[in-house]
């Protein structure tokens, strides 16, 4: 079974920057696409950034493209979030997932951490 633990998340002012990790143990987990997604209070978790399993190719959502950055480090079995410029609309529990598939539907992915709180002060 495929382990996914986050960590990295807190409490930083607006203008600030923040690096989610996301470690990863478990069968095949070579051969998952990696994803992160976030949930703010009220609302549906949505979809941040995903990465395929290579690094080679990365897609973002509308609201962070330019200032998040996504990698992953094979060797480590660790898929990192890097996070600029954070405001405080960046503010909600951020998931890392895995999928044999990727895409940017939290349904497309099989396995996902317990999360990580990202709280952005104004």
């Known amino acids: 079974q495929v382990q996914l633990v986050e960590s990295g998340g807190g409490l930083v002012q607006a203008g600030g920057s923040l690096r989610l990790s996301c470690a990863a143990s478990g069968p095949r987990f070579s051969s998952y696409a990696m994803a992160w997604f976030r949930q703010a209070p009220g609302k549906e978790r949505e979809f941040v950034s995903a990465?395929?399993?290579?690094?080679?190719?990365?897609a973002y959502a509308d609201s962070v493209k330019g200032r998040f950055a996504i990698s992953i480090d094979n060797a480590k079995n660790t898929v990192y979030l890097q996070m600029n410029s954070l405001n405080p609309g960046d503010t909600a529990v951020y998931y890392c997932a895995g999928s044999l598939y990727g895409g940017k539907t939290p349904n497309s992915y099989n396995y996902w951490g317990q999360g990580t709180q990202v709280t952005v002060s104004s």
């Open positions: 990465i395929n399993r290579s690094g080679g190719s990365a």
